[in-house]
Each structure stands twice: as structure tokens, then as C-alpha cells.
């Protein structure tokens, strides 16, 4: 599935700095005269509203998307907080998106009688639909360019001094556009500062579930066919947007199309691509390729077969675990793919080309070459630090998340305690950065959430991860020394956690609110550990930001002005979870020497389907079977240049008309993280006939089918 | 542990043909004219004992040994016939080997009273020494080169006429050099037929097990220290040679260095490699990097996972468990140092150099180029092949051992059952090769074997190993719908596992006497179900033979041929198991940025001790320990080119004395399947006076010390 949650995770961790990229491109109208070669890649790029190429489009496939066409698009666009995109299609504040970008909802709406994950959800009224807590719609009213007032006020200014006045700005600029809790601003930084655009959304806080299918027809084919293709997923949903407690009223709404996508069709697809890494040297992909991927691989592949064996333990084993193991399978299926688009051959020595292309240029002129000349050496440098320091930073600190050494929510609060009992009482801005002003609320939100956890699961879970903390360092090491002393990773890990009291909020909240005297005095085995590693973990964390981090953010930032001195807006930004357009078509691809045709059948899911999870149609489906159209289109790919956070995004005509739903990504396009290959990166989607044929036939909901198709309906179809 | 048994399968896995290597490599005496131009690295090597460079010892290291010196050392190395090897360490036949290559033996002479595997086995007089069953014990007694007489026999035939006359004049060669059954010939193909030698050995059948010290202790450090170093190991065991029921009398045997290595120390190994590659194409090595290797290293891990969890559903499933993790955990280590050696730039662009060097020379000669020129590209195409049908025949057929698809005892037998009624119709030469007479009695051994297996764990490994295979194929490949029908990986392994009568031998007997009605008539469901796979399974097999095994033999056949015409016997071939003997010495090696030291003493055994599971030590050590000379040198590193297969091999000093006993090989050195690199591969030794100070001060074994140290204790130690 192509949420942009667990292998956006994934992708974060693998990569601290956020850049842009370029790539074979035609010529910036700018100051830089880097001259293409290279003709553009075919239907790549996420390209922003107010920069889109529909010359090009033109070109190909003869059709240009106008001014009216794109306001319109973005308009009935809509981005879901919690990393998915989704589309307005109904006056009526209709909102189509995945079942996956739901399925928090649904779960939270669900009780022991009504488990509608399983069962799925239908709201016969309006009067039915029911509020998705915390669920919250953003739409794109505008785009406006502010790189000129921000440079106004950084003008001059250099290291801390730059980043305050940076900040004051963007956070200025934002106020003072957001005039109201109905209206979200965001200062974005494209082109890794090129460019500065204030994004004004309108937001909508009252969403409702409408209609979410059964799990089992919407992640049917389950891990084995995530990320494949054939596919035959109704991974289908609709919310409904309120305002002051009554549908929201739209001028811009995507119109159905009946007919959907055909083989060839030009597509569209608007949505918010989460993040993508185009721009790494090459001596980051090699060290992506070579260690930190294949270390990873193999780290989650050891915890796939450990959490499947430990699910036959017993029915609450399976309970508990299954979210973990979604997980790891999920981002086991992720990462495999970047590697693979990694070790192509043709693709990395495309990337080879770019980097010498642009070393070439910056060459030739000996004031970009004293600018710009050193950044790739240094950041070869930086990844031989990476080399040096990786195991000890991810088993010990872990990036972004959790440490691969130190598993386990109950490990999660300790350090979580120990280190805010540290910092808190330091300045904001001198704190370690999760625990500064901004973030300390989402710290306290987590300590605090009652939300269940599972004793056996965290002990099995911090055995494992100490155990391979052990084999990456070393027993040798004086980390593991410190930490295991003359004990196994299995007694640590049983002692901590049996022992532990953290597994109740009024513990965590009394050593928390106790700060540096209440975790001194603990003697809460868990907390004790947390303690005891924690000054050799943060200088593990300090050298890796000297040596590696560090050396990162500012080579990175020097290769992407010299990029963006090259190419300017001539290509596109990196994705950053804002509103893209992209545009490609309905296309097969050739896989194995065997040609992937672009378009299944309804029909398929019952070819396909063994009655055995995860080949199990749900009953609704076997019921109906006998009254469905067969032949309907199910599930299609399209050439379209996503990644994860598109998951919900409308495919659309060329009359703007919705054509399908985009839910994943086959499997080469997980290499979308490093570029895109036309040849065989495809985005898999839901066919518009499929969810009008299932709503119509299998889930009786017909006003919802009265909703989207009001013209045919009258014509008594 | 680098006995030659599960890594050699992994990589006789890996890579179907053997043939021979060169690099960097001094100018041959023969016709061909590939000039030097690169030095040959120091201490690299595995060379055959009638073309050692002794003149180049003489000039790194100042000592030239003389004819007298390697026919004294040759003579005193043994092989032991699983895949060890040893020397003789007194008159009296006493052999010195490693714990872990007589582990077999020590568990066999085990029973429920005495467990010698745990407590250790010691006879304190001759009467006490056990038969060890099936132990053999090879002497090279000469070596005589063949090759002309080769030539003769095959001279002007081609094809199938050349193979039959090679087979013809090498068992010609063999029978009459063989006269008796203490005598064994082997007529062994070096530089991939660039050379044939005759060597002639002494067997010796009665083997006895003198001295084995605690499991513990040999394997201290368990899977954590395994390839690793500093280590603490006293994998070290004794047996005696005896001939007519009494310990056979030597006239060569190395004797005993007490003092032992002392860092910068020259040292000879002799041993028995059991298989390299280093003459791999790059187009293969490649493969091995990218695709076969990951592939491999991500399915063994996520089985270790599932092993490690199951071994916690009871003592019995941990007990039954235990020797598959081994060889999981084993297997894991030893492909993921291969990985990491392919990796490494400089050592891939020596080997990309080594063969442009070779094909540019080639490309020289017109007649060369004719012969060989097309041999790179064509082994480049059989690699596409490999890749577009790795997982099918991994999956389906698996190479020389269970498919990578179908786990556990159960479908091997069933498989072997099935295609044995087939082939056993056929004359011998159209059979499946392992099925042909020369084979047969392997198969029948164990067919009828009455070796304990495990359903619980056989069905666990079938459920895990049909999941492995549906998601590598894919749930649309035509092969997965034919095995799975409407029904899981657990369903179908449920039911043929439960259902299956093969676990007795009668049963097995029964189908294999009964032949292809037998076979056609069962419905035992794990013969129905190697039954309907066997004719796609097959097929599978014979395009992989046809489009990637054909191929890369004859490719490689013909690479091999030119190497040879270019460098002759100036290098050293490929390791084929038979008598080779390295030089090197005893040295350190830096690893991220930090010196190790090359010598561990006694004394860091019991720091390292904590009491727990792999890292406690026995009773009789924590007992003798104040007795002990803690800094007895305990284990050493040397740059000798070892690798599976020399496990057991005595280190030897210049004045042909043993000063250690190679078990093991530290994690760069796994790389040496593909080459050598001098500044990081380093063998592993348990050290002599580890030997002697153990026997004395924990075994009270002082007969046998005054066996090997007549002199000394005489002297009153």
C-alpha cells in the first residue's frame, strides 16, 4: 500500500536530509546555462500547479491542460492530514479516497458488535454517516510566490542569524495569511530553498464515513500482492466534508467518468507525493545500495520470520503482532524494491551521468567551481563516516524512530523519561530537537495516550533487537558491554520489562512531572537501563551529527543551489507532501520478457480467490457474484510518477473527469524514491467502473451511485 | 566455524561450474606472453606442494623451505574424508584436529549416561580411545603429474568421445595406482584441466577418538564470535591413527612447538581447501553481488527468525530446532562476508582489472581471439538467463540440495521416490545426473536411513518455504497455481506433512521397490504432491540447464583455457580439496579505524565469560582457573589464504613445528571464495600452548602432553 506512513518512515530513516533533485532536463530560462542533452524522461516528474509543463503535455499526447483546467483540478483536490490525498466528487462535499487511508477511522468507529473492518461500513443517509475523530481535509485554494520577501529578509545574513530571520518570515508570512481556523497556510521550500511558495488551504475539521468496503476485497491478495500487479483491490472509500454541521457546498468537484480508463488513455493524477530522495550523490545511492539497505533488508527480514513463528503462539500473540508484522512486511516489500531499482544497471549509471554532467558544469567556471567544486568530495567523505558509524547510530539512536537495537514501547518511554527529564529544563533551542517547544507536545501526547500495549510482544521484540544490537556492534563493544554486562540480551530484555511499571500513564506521568530527581531515584528496571546507556548513546549520536549529519546538510545544500543555479524551475522539486500534478497513460509494461496488460476484471478476484486469507472475497461478494458485471474493469496502471502519500489520489481525463483511484505502486516504482523509470515504473489504481459496478451491485448504495452519476442514474441505467 | 560442509554447500550453491583463477600474476615459463605488470599480493595463495614459491617466501620472509622440509610437512598433513583436515602430531599416530570436525564422532559415542558433547571426552590410556565410526584418514603420499598420459588418451577426440576417454584414462590411472585397500588415488583436474595430477594416498579406516574438551569451551562465543576475532575458542580435539588394531607407526610427524606463534612469526598452513572461485567472470560475480547473494541472505534470515521463535514453542522443538539455526546462523555470516567482499570498490575493480588485462591479451592474437574472444559476452548473456530464472530454479529445483521452495525431510524423500521410479528405467547416462549408478547408493543410504525426523519442525519449514515461494514467483505463475490450487502454503503443507506415511522407512522401502506403478498408485499426500509439481519442476530444470548451466560450463571452460595459455602455472588453481600449503604471518589487521591485536590470551576466556548461553564456560575451567597461566597465548590471527575446508589444518614454523590449529577464518576472509585481500583476511588459530596448558592444568591429561612434548616434560615441563 502506498500510504505515505510506514515506508515514508522507512525513507526518512535511510535518509536525514531533505534536497532537491534534477535530472536530464531542458534549459533553465535562468542565469545558468547548463545545456541539455538529454531529452526529458517521458511522463516523470510531480510537478507543482503553477509550474506545470502542459506544453509538453501537448506534445505527446495533444491535449493542453489550460488555466481553467488546472484551477479546477486543484480545487477539487484534497489532501488527508494523516499522509494520504483524496478528491472532492460531488457538490456535496463527497470526498473519494483508499480504504487504507481510512482504516484507522473505520477501526476506531468499530466496537465487538459492529467490527466494521470486517464487515465494512455504509451509511444509507447522511443521517448515517459518522464522524471520523481526528480526521481533517485540506484543500489548495492558492499558491502564491514569496521567494522574494523571504530573501528580503534574510538579505546578508549568514549561519543562526539566517535561520531566525528564515523562520521569522516563513512563520510571519503564515500568520498573516491564516486568518482563521478554517484556513491552513504553509510556507513550502522547494528546490531546497530556490523557491519559497505560501500554500493557503481551506480546512475541514467534520469528516464522515460514507462507505468503506471489507478489508479482505480492499487489501485483498494481502503481502503477497501488495506492491504486484495483476491486481483485484476494491481499496475504495468515501468521507464526506461538513462545514457547521451540514455537507460542504463546492464549486469544484471532480465529475465521475463512466467509462473510466481505457488501454492509452492520457491520465492525470493530482495528489501529495510524500518525499522523494532524486537528488542523493552517488556516493549516497552506493552506500544506500551496498550497506544500508541491504542491512535493513535482512535486519526486518529476521523480524518477519520471528513475528510469524510468534503469532502461532496463540490467538492474542496473532492479535498483537499482526499490526507489526503488516509493517515489516510492507517496508520489507519497499525497501527490496529500492535496491533493486538501485542495482539497475542502466539506472544508476543514468545517475552517474547527472552527477558528472553537473560536476562538469560547476568545472567550467571558476566561481561556481570555488562555490560548489568541493561539496561532492566532502560528501564522499561524509559517507565513509556513514560506513564507519552506521550500526552504532541505528542500533543505538535509530534516526527518526525507534533504535533497530532497542524495540519495544516499554524501551520507547524510558528513554523518552530519561532524556526529558534532562532536557527539559535546558532552553528550547539548546535541547536535543524532539524535545524542543514544538515537539514537546507530541512527546507528551504519545507518554500519555492509554493506547494498549503488550508486555509478551515488547519482551520478544527487545530480545530480538538486543541481540542483533550484539551481533552488529560486537560483544566486544563497550556499548554492549555497558548494556549486557554478564547478562544474555534474553534476561536483560525479560528483566526489564517484567519488571517494569511503565505500562501504566500515571507511572510515566509521576516520573515525568518528577523530571531529573524522579528518574534518578527510579528504580524501574527499564528506566535503569535507559539510564545506564544513555550518556554513551547520545555521544554515539553527537559524533554521528559531527562526522556525518552535519557534513550531509551542508554539502546536500551546496549540490542543490548549484542544481537549482542549473536548472531552475525547468524541473521539478522534490516531492514534499504539498499538491502535484502528474501525467502519463494507462499503460502495461513488459516484465520477465512477458508483457503486464494494463487493465483487470471484476471477474479476476473470483479466478483469483481461494476462500484462504488472504484469497478470501468477503460474503457480500460471493453473494452477488452471480448478478456482477464480470467484465468490469477492476484495477488498472498508469505510467504516472508517484510515491507514497499519493495513496488516495484521483486519476482524471483530459475533461478533468475521475477515471480511477490510485492505491499502490507495482513493484519497480518503489524505486521512485531515487527516479523514475518510464519503462516500468507504473501506479496502480481502482477503475471508476469497478466502484460504481460494487457499489451498485454488491453494497446496495445506490444514493451514493445517485451522488456520482446523477445524469445516467435519471437515465434509468 | 569454516569446516567445508554448509558453506561449501552454500556456495557449490551459488555457482554450478568449477574452474580455475589468476590474477596480478608474475609472467609464465609457459608459451603464453601476458606480461606482469602488476605484483603478485603477498601471502595470497593456496598452492599445490610440487609448485610451491618457495623463492618467494625466501625473499619476503628470508626463508626458502627445501624439498626435505615439504615432503617432512606433506607428509604429515592428513585429510580427514568429511571435509577436515589435520596432521600427524607423533610416532604413534596421534592426529590433531578441530573439535567441530569430530563433533560428529564425540555426539555418536554419546548416549543418554554419558554425554561427551557437553562434559567432554578424555582417554586416559590407549584403551580408553574409541572407534570413531566412519572416520577416515587420508596421507598424501606422492604426487605425480599425469597430464601427458591424459593427453594421449583424449588426444584429437571432442565431445562426448573426449569425456569418455578423460573418464576412461583417469580410472585407468586410479585403478592401477591403487593397490590395496589402505591406498587411495585420485587423479584431480587442476587449472581446469590445464594440468592432471595422480595423487596417491595413505588411508587409514580405524580412527580413535583420544581427546575432546566440552562443546562450550570448542564453540565458546557461539554464533555471536563465529567468523569473528578476538576469540577464546578451544576448538581443538585429538584422535589416533591406528593400523592392524594398534596405533599406526610414523615416520613423519610435525612435532610440537612449545613456545608456539609470537606476533610477525612466519607460518605455513597445510590443508585441504575445499572449493574457490576466484575466476569468476565479472558478469558472474556481479550476479552473485546484486541478485543471488541478497536474495539468499534475506530468505536464510527471515528463516533464522522463524527458527529462533519456533525453538520457544518447547525443549523438544528447541532440541529438534537447533542444528538447522546452526546451519542457518552459519550460512548467514558466511554469504553476508561474501557480499561484503563484493562490495568493497578496490577489490571489485581488481577483479574488473584482472580481466580486461586478460581479454585485451586475447584480443591480441588473432587465433586467440577466435578461440576465446566470444567466451565473456556469451557468459554475460547466460547471466541475463540466470537472473530471468534464478527463483524459479532455486525455488522449484534447488541445484545440489532442497529446493529452495519445498523444506524438510519429508518432500525430499517423496521428490527422490518420484523421480527415482522415473530414472531408474533409464540407462545410467540418460538419467538425471544424481541419479545415476555412481549416485544411486547416496540416494539409497538416505532413503533407508533410520535417522529421527521431526513432523512438527517439517511441516513449520514446508509452510514457510511454499509462502517463500509463492511470493518469489508470484501468485499468477503458472507453477504456484498448479501447487497451490484453491489452498494456503499452511493448508498444502498441513496436509501433506500430517498425511504422509514416508517417516518410516518401510513405508520409503515399499515405494522405492515398487517402482513407477508403486509411485502411480500411492495417495500419500506428499507423493501426490511431488508428483503433480514433477513435470514442471522438470522442465524448469531443463531451461535452466539449457540457457544458463550449458552455457557458463562451456564459457567457462573456455576462460579457463585462456587463463592457462596465458599464465600457466606461475599461479596457484583453484581449491579442489586436496593437500595445499599456504605461507603468511602471524599479524593484526586494522578494522574501522582500530588495530586488533593478533594474539588472545587464556586469561580474556574468563573475562568474557558471563555465565550465559554462548558464552559460558564449563565447570572444569571455572574449577582450574586458579591454576591456570592466564596469559597463555589462547587464540591467533595469521595472513594465510584458508577457507572451508581447512578447518583442522596445523600452522606450522619454519622449522616445521606446530605453533597453532586453524578453525575458523575472520569475516573479510569470507570473501576469499572470490579472492584474497592481504590486508584484511586473516585465518583463525587456537594456539599451541592454549593446547598444552589446557591438557595439563584443566584435562589432567599429562600422558598425552608427554606425547607431544616428550622432551620438555622430561625437563620437568
Same mark, same amino acid.
Given at each position: ?15 536525514? !536530509? ?26 516523470? =516528474?510531480? @510537478?507543482?500547479?503553477?509550474? /506545470? ?42 470526498? %473519494? ?42 484543500? %489548495? ?18 549561519? *543562526? ?84 454541521? *451540514? ?8 465529475? @465521475? ?81 529500492? &535496491? ?18 553537473? #560536476? ?15 561539496? @561532492? ?6 559517507? &565513509? ?13 535509530? =534516526? ?9 514501547? /516499554? ?21 536535543? #530537537?524532539?524535545? !524542543? ?26 530480545? /530480538? ?8 556492534? =560486537?560483544?566486544?563493544?563497550? /556499548? ?14 525479560? *528483566? ?41 548513546? &547520545? ?23 548549484? *542544481? ?43 479466478? &483469483? ?7 478470501? %472475497? ?93 445524469? !445516467? ?5
Amino acid at each position: 500500500m502506498e500510504a505515505a506512513g510506514d515506508v515514508e518512515n522507512e525513507r526518512k530513516r535511510s535518509m536525514p !536530509n531533505s534536497k532537491h533533485r534534477l535530472r536530464k532536463a531542458a534549459l533553465a530560462g535562468a542565469a545558468g546555462v547548463l545545456v541539455a542533452s538529454a531529452p526529458a524522461f517521458a511522463d516523470e =516528474g510531480m @510537478w507543482t500547479y503553477d509550474n /506545470f509543463p502542459a506544453a509538453k503535455v501537448k506534445e505527446k499526447y495533444g491535449f493542453e491542460p489550460g488555466q481553467d483546467w488546472l484551477d479546477h483540478v486543484r480545487l477539487s483536490s484534497a489532501r488527508l492530514a494523516g499522509g494520504c490525498s483524496a478528491s472532492f466528487v460531488s457538490a456535496n462535499g463527497l470526498v %473519494l479516497t483508499n480504504h487504507h487511508c481510512v482504516h484507522s477511522c473505520v477501526q476506531q468507529l468499530s466496537s465487538a458488535k459492529h467490527d466494521y473492518v470486517q464487515q465494512g461500513f455504509l451509511a444509507r443517509t447522511k443521517a448515517e454517516e459518522r464522524v471520523c475523530p481526528a480526521m481533517e481535509l485540506n484543500q %489548495l485554494v492558492s499558491i502564491t510566490d514569496v521567494t522574494a520577501e523571504i530573501a528580503d529578509a534574510t538579505n546578508g545574513l549568514e549561519g *543562526k542569524a539566517y535561520s531566525e530571520a528564515l523562520n521569522g518570515a516563513m512563520s510571519g508570512l503564515e500568520k498573516s495569511c491564516a486568518s482563521g481556523s478554517d484556513v491552513r497556510c504553509d510556507v513550502v521550500t522547494l528546490y531546497s530553498g530556490g523557491r519559497y511558495h505560501l500554500y493557503k488551504y481551506r480546512r475541514f475539521q467534520d469528516v464522515r464515513l460514507v462507505w468503506a468496503p471489507e478489508l479482505s476485497t480492499a487489501f485483498f491478495g494481502g503481502d503477497p500482492d501488495n506492491f504486484m500487479f495483476p491486481r483485484f483491490n476494491l481499496d475504495a472509500a468515501f468521507v464526506r466534508a461538513y462545514e457547521n454541521g *451540514k455537507p460542504a457546498q463546492l464549486d469544484h468537484f471532480l465529475r @465521475w467518468s463512466e467509462e473510466g480508463a481505457k488501454a492509452g488513455d492520457l491520465s492525470f493524477t493530482s495528489g501529495h507525493p510524500g518525499r522523494t530522495d532524486r537528488q542523493l550523490t552517488i556516493a549516497e545511492l552506493e552506500v544506500q545500495r551496498d550497506v544500508l539497505l541491504p542491512r535493513r533488508l535482512i535486519y526486518l527480514s529476521e523480524l518477519r520470520g520471528m513475528l510469524t513463528e510468534f503469532r502461532n503462539r496463540g490467538p492474542e500473540q496473532k492479535r498483537t503482532a499482526n499490526g507489526l508484522l503488516f509493517y515489516v512486511e510492507n517496508s520489507t516489500k519497499a525497501l527490496g524494491g529500492m &535496491r533493486n531499482a538501485l542495482v539497475e544497471k542502466d539506472f544508476f549509471a543514468s545517475k552517474v551521468a547527472d552527477e558528472q554532467k553537473l #560536476r562538469a558544469w560547476v568545472a567550467e567556471d571558476p566561481t561556481r567551481a570555488a562555490t560548489y567544486g568541493a561539496a @561532492w568530495d566532502r560528501m564522499a567523505g561524509a559517507q &565513509r563516516e556513514f560506513r564507519a558509524s552506521m550500526n552504532e547510530y541505528y542500533f543505538v539512536e535509530g =534516526g527518526n524512530r525507534s533504535p533497530w537495537g532497542f524495540q519495544g514501547d /516499554f524501551f520507547g518511554f524510558a528513554r523518552t523519561l530519561v532524556r526529558a527529564a534532562e532536557e527539559k529544563p535546558k532552553a528550547s533551542n539548546k535541547r536535543l #530537537r524532539e524535545y !524542543n517547544d514544538a515537539n514537546l507536545p507530541a512527546i507528551e501526547a504519545r507518554l500519555f495516550s492509554g493506547a494498549p500495549f503488550y508486555p509478551e510482544l515488547d519482551e520478544a521484540l527487545l530480545t /530480538f533487537s538486543l541481540t542483533k544490537l550484539r551481533e552488529a556492534l =560486537g560483544t566486544d563493544h563497550p /556499548f554492549v558491554k555497558n548494556l549486557l554486562g554478564k547478562e544474555s540480551p534474553e534476561t536483560v530484555a525479560r *528483566k526489564a520489562v517484567r519488571g517494569s511499571k511503565l505500562g501504566t500513564v500515571g507511572a510515566r506521568r509521576a516520573l515525568y512531572e518528577g523530571g531529573a530527581k524522579a528518574i534518578a531515584a527510579s528504580n524501574d528496571p527499564m528506566i535503569v537501563l535507559a539510564r545506564r546507556i544513555d550518556a554513551d548513546a &547520545r555521544a554515539i549520536r553527537t559524533r554521528y551529527e559531527e562526522k556525518v549529519d552535519g557534513p550531509q546538510r551542508v554539502n546536500g545544500g551546496l549540490i542543490a543551489k548549484a *542544481k537549482f543555479e542549473a536548472y531552475g524551475t525547468s524541473v521539478y522539486p522534490d516531492a514534499t507532501f504539498t499538491l502535484r500534478l502528474s501525467y502519463g497513460a494507462v499503460e502495461g509494461w513488459e516484465q520477465d520478457g512477458k508483457a503486464v496488460a494494463p487493465i483487470t476484471e471484476l471477474g479476476g478476484a473470483f479466478e &483469483r480467490a481461494t476462500g484462504e486469507d488472504p484469497y478470501a %472475497l468477503p460474503p457480500s461478494w460471493l453473494k452477488a457474484k452471480g448478478k456482477l458485471a464480470l467484465a468490469t474493469p477492476m484495477n488498472f496502471v498508469s505510467t504516472n510518477d508517484i510515491v507514497g502519500g499519493n495513496s488516495g489520489s484521483p486519476v482524471v481525463n483530459r475533461n478533468g473527469e475521475v477515471i480511477g483511484l490510485i492505491f499502490d505502486g507495482n513493484l519497480p516504482s518503489l524505486g521512485g524514491d531515487y527516479g523514475f523509470d518510464p519503462a516500468v515504473n507504473r501506479a496502480v489504481a481502482v477503475h471508476s467502473q469497478a466502484i460504481i459496478e460494487s457499489l451498485r451491485t454488491i453494497y446496495g448504495a445506490s444514493s451514493l451511485v445517485d451522488e456520482l452519476l446523477p445524469v !445516467n442514474t435519471a437515465n434509468g441505467r
